[in-house]
Nanobody, 129 residues
Framework: EVQLVESGGDLVQAGGSLRLSCAASGFTLDRYDVGWFRQAPGKEREAVSCIRSGDAITHYAESVKGRFTISRDNAKNMVYLQMDNLKPEDTAVYFC??????????????????????WGQGTQVTVSS
């Protein structure tokens, strides 16, 4: 069974850090493009960051650039999102998603994909002021 499971969400004070993990089972993650998304109450889901398979090209939303870092450990079948200098507006449920997308380098310089086939259930991140 193909599955993505997020972990690492927690309650943290503003200025703090968290590392989210996305564990894949049932498939080999190194061939897949992976994205992190978040959804706050009453708001639409938004792309936070993404990483391409192979060359690990990344893209970040402007709101998290310089504070969040996406990385992957193919040997462990994991993708991570390191979140530093957290702000109350980062509060949301965070999801990871994966798919084989065949998107160009230029695509990743402009945006993250949104049409992933596989999604996790999410992990709650709450940042208090």
């Amino acid at each position: 069974e193909v599955q993505l499971v997020e972990s690492g969400g927690d309650l943290v004070q503003a200025g703090g850090s968290l590392r989210l993990s996305c564990a894949a089972s049932g498939f080999t993650l190194d061939r897949y493009d992976v994205g992190w998304f978040r959804q706050a109450p009453g708001k639409e889901r938004e792309a936070v960051s993404c990483i391409r398979s192979g060359d690990a090209i990344t893209h970040y939303a402007e709101s998290v650039k310089g504070r969040f870092t996406i990385s992957r450990d193919n040997a462990k079948n994991m993708v991570y999102l390191q979140m530093d200098n957290l702000k109350p507006e980062d509060t949301a449920v965070y999801f990871c998603a994966a798919d084989v997308l065949f998107l160009s380098y230029s695509y990743y310089t402009r945006r993250c994909p949104s049409d992933y086939d596989y999604w996790g259930q999410g992990t709650q991140v709450t940042v208090s002021s």
